[in-house]
């Protein structure tokens, strides 16, 4: 259980940066700074990425 709640934690704070990577390159394309949700295709890839980080180092 423990290894469960650190993996999702870390699983939030490393998707929560990455939300803000994607921001960041929005703004860069846009020319202003706007929190966006990515496109679900766009999400379920970040998100991906982003879980094999915390699940592999659970382990």
């Known amino acids: 259980m423990n290894r469960l709640l650190v993996t999702g934690l870390t699983f939030g704070v490393f998707m929560a940066e990455a939300l803000i990577h994607y921001n960041m390159g ?7 700074f706007k929190l966006r949700i990515p496109p679900p295709g766009e999400l379920a890839k970040i998100a991906a990425v ?5 699940c ?3 382990h």
């Open 56 to 58: 592999s180092s659970a």
């Open 26 to 32: 929005q703004a860069r394309e846009h020319g202003e």
């Open 50 to 54: 982003t879980a094999v980080f915390p």
